[in-house]
C-alpha cells in the first residue's frame, strides 16, 4: 500500500506536468487509502471514471462520494459501480463532509468550472474530463483559482495516449520530414455518433460550448501536442445544415415518435439496457432525455466546421469536423520541409473488410477490447523519394487504447520517465478550448481571433 500511494503522489506530479506539483499536496498518512469523490454520474463517470477505478484500482483508492443534480442517477452509479459511498445533491456539502483528496469532474461541460474552482478553493486537486471548460471567462477564473490554490488540475486527454497518436509524436518529435509548415485535419463524425451529439445536450452551445469546444478540443489538443506549439490566430467558418431545424420531421423524442418508420435517425433506446438504467429510469428526476429529437429547433450548434490556425511556430493548419458523414474517421496531413507524414484511421475505403458503423462508437468507449489490436498505417514520405509505411498496432477499445494507458499512467508506472510528454495540464486544456472558443467568435464576428486575447496566457513558440 505505502508502494502504491507513493506511486501515486509522484503520478500526480508528473500528470501536471507543466506545473511543479508539490509532494505534500496530500495530507493523509500513507496507511490510508486515497479519498476519492466524483461529480456528475453520467456514462462517463459511472464507466472510465468510476467502474474502471473500483475495478482496477481498488488497493489504492476509495470514491467517498458521490454527486449530481439527479438523484435516481446517483443510486444506479452506486450500484453500477460496486461502491457504498453517501451521494449528494450539494457538491459543497460533499466536500466538507467527506475531505475528500481528489476531486473527479465528470458533468456536462458547462459546468467544470464550478467544480474545479470549489474544489481548488477547498484545498483539492482536480481531475477533470475534457473539454476543461466551455469559454474565455471560465477559462482565465480556473486560472485564477488554480494559481490562487497552488493546488493542480489534471485534464484527461486520453486520445494522446493511443498508440496510434504517439506514434504521429514521435515521428514529429524526430523531425522525420523536416520542419513542419502546414497541416491538413479532418475529422468524420458519422450519422449514429455525431448525430449523438444532436439528441442531448451537447447541441446547445449554452451546456458544451458546441463541438468546436466539446468535441474538437480532442483535436486541438493533438495538434498542439504533436506540433510542440501553441496557436496564435484562429478564422472560421461554421453552419447548421443537417440537423435542428432543417429535419424534416419533429417528435419529443424516438420512443413517442410518430415518425419512427420515415425517420432514418430513429434511435431505440429501449435496445440498451445501460441507457435505460442510466438515463430514462431517472427522467423524472431532472427531465433528461437520452433519445430526444435531433431535429429540435432549440438546436444552436453548428453540424459543419471547418476553421484556420495559426500558431505561434508559424504552422499553419486547415481543419474540419463533418457531424453526419456515412463513415466515422479522420485524416491528417503534415507537411514539412523534408517530406510529408500522412495518418488516417478508420477510412472504409483504406481497408479490405466491411465496418459496422452502428457499433464504432460503442467499441470506442469500450473499456475490454484491447484484444482486438490490428495494424494501422502511417505514410512517411520524404522528398524525392518512395514513401515508406510505418505499421501501428491499433486497438478500437477505450479510445484507440489511450483510456486505460491514461490511467495506468496515473496509478502504475507514473515514475517511469515519458519520453512523449503526454500528460496534461491546465495549460494544455486551455490552449485546446482556446481554439474552439476563438473558432466560435470567428463564426459570430466574421473575424480572425487573435488567442492572446482571450486570456491571460501568453502563446508560446515551443510548449514548455
Ligand atoms: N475523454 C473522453 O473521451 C470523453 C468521453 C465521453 C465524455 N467525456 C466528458 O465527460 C463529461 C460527461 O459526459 P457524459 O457523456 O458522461 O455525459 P452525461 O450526460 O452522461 O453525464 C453528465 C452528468 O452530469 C450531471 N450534471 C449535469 N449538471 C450537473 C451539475 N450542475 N451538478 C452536478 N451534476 C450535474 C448529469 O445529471 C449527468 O449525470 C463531459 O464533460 C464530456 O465531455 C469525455
Redesign the pocket.
Known amino acids: 500500500m505505502e508502494n502504491s500511494r507513493r506511486k501515486f503522489l509522484t503520478s500526480i506530479a508528473m500528470l501536471s506536468a507543466v506545473s511543479v506539483f508539490p509532494m505534500n499536496a496530500f495530507n493523509f498518512g500513507l496507511s490510508k487509502k486515497l479519498r476519492i469523490v466524483l ?7 459511472t464507466s ?1 471514471w468510476g467502474k474502471r477505478l473500483v475495478e482496477e484500482y481498488s488497493d489504492l483508492l476509495e470514491f467517498v462520494g458521490l ?4 438523484q435516481g ?1 446517483m443510486e444506479y452509479a452506486k450500484q453500477y459501480m460496486g461502491v457504498n459511498c453517501p451521494t449528494f445533491i450539494d ?1 459543497d456539502e460533499m466536500l466538507a463532509k467527506t475531505k475528500p483528496d481528489l476531486i473527479i469532474v ?4 458547462a ?2 468550472h ?2 474545479i474552482i470549489k474544489g481548488l478553493e477547498f484545498g483539492c486537486d482536480v481531475l477533470t ?3 476543461l471548460t466551455t469559454d474565455e471567462i471560465k477559462v482565465q477564473e480556473i486560472l485564477n483559482a488554480e494559481r490562487r490554490s497552488g493546488k493542480n488540475i489534471i485534464v ?4 494522446r495516449w493511443s498508440p496510434y497518436n504517439t506514434k504521429i509524436k514521435e515521428l514529429l518529435a524526430k523531425n522525420t520530414v523536416g520542419k513542419i509548415t502546414s497541416v491538413d485535419f479532418h475529422w468524420y463524425l458519422n450519422t449514429y455518433h455525431g448525430a449523438s451529439y444532436f439528441r ?2 451537447h447541441g446547445l452551445k449554452h451546456k ?1 460550448g458546441s463541438l468546436w469546444v ?1 468535441k474538437a478540443t ?1 483535436h486541438f489538443d493533438l495538434l498542439n501536442w504533436w506540433l510542440d506549439s501553441e496557436p496564435i490566430e484562429v478564422f472560421a467558418y461554421g453552419d447548421l445544415e443537417h440537423y435542428g431545424v432543417n429535419g424534416p420531421y419533429r417528435g419529443s423524442n424516438c420512443r413517442t415518435c410518430k415518425y419512427k418508420n420515415n425517420c432514418d435517425f430513429y434511435f431505440d433506446i429501449t435496445k440498451d439496457k445501460r441507457l435505460m438504467n ?2 430514462v429510469d431517472n427522467e423524472n428526476y ?1 427531465g ?1 432525455i437520452r433519445d430526444n429529437c435531433l431535429f429540435r429547433n432549440e438546436i444552436d450548434i453548428y453540424d459543419k466546421m471547418s476553421a484556420q490556425i495559426k500558431y505561434a511556430n508559424n504552422v499553419t493548419v486547415n481543419y474540419s469536423l463533418t457531424t453526419y458523414s456515412p463513415f466515422e474517421g479522420w485524416r491528417i496531413a503534415f507537411n514539412g520541409t523534408e517530406g510529408r507524414i500522412e495518418a488516417a484511421l478508420d477510412i472504409p475505403y483504406h481497408k479490405n473488410f466491411s465496418v459496422d458503423q452502428v457499433e464504432m462508437h460503442a467499441k470506442e ?1 469500450e473499456q475490454n477490447a484491447l484484444e482486438e489490436a490490428e495494424m494501422e498505417s502511417i505514410i512517411v514520405h520524404k522528398l524525392w523519394k518512395d514513401f515508406d509505411t510505418v505499421k501501428v498496432p491499433y486497438e478500437k477499445g477505450g ?1 484507440g487504447g489511450g ?1 486505460s494507458r491514461l490511467q495506468d499512467k496515473i496509478f502504475v508506472s507514473p515514475n517511469v520517465e515519458d519520453p512523449f510528454g503526454r500528460a496534461a495540464g491546465s495549460r494544455d486544456g486551455v490552449m485546446s478550448v482556446l481554439i474552439g472558443i476563438a473558432a466560435r467568435k470567428s463564426i459570430e464576428t466574421g473575424n480572425k481571433v487573435q488567442i492572446n486575447d482571450l486570456s491571460d496566457l501568453e502563446p508560446r513558440a515551443r510548449r514548455l
Open positions: 461529480v456528475g454520474t453520467g456514462i462517463r463517470g472510465f454527486s449530481d443534480v439527479n442517477r457538491f465528470t458533468t456536462v461541460d459546468t467544470h464550478n467544480f474530463e475534457k473539454p484527461g486527454f486520453n486520445y442531448r445536450w458544451g466539446h480532442h442510466l438515463y431532472d433528461y468507449m479510445h483510456d
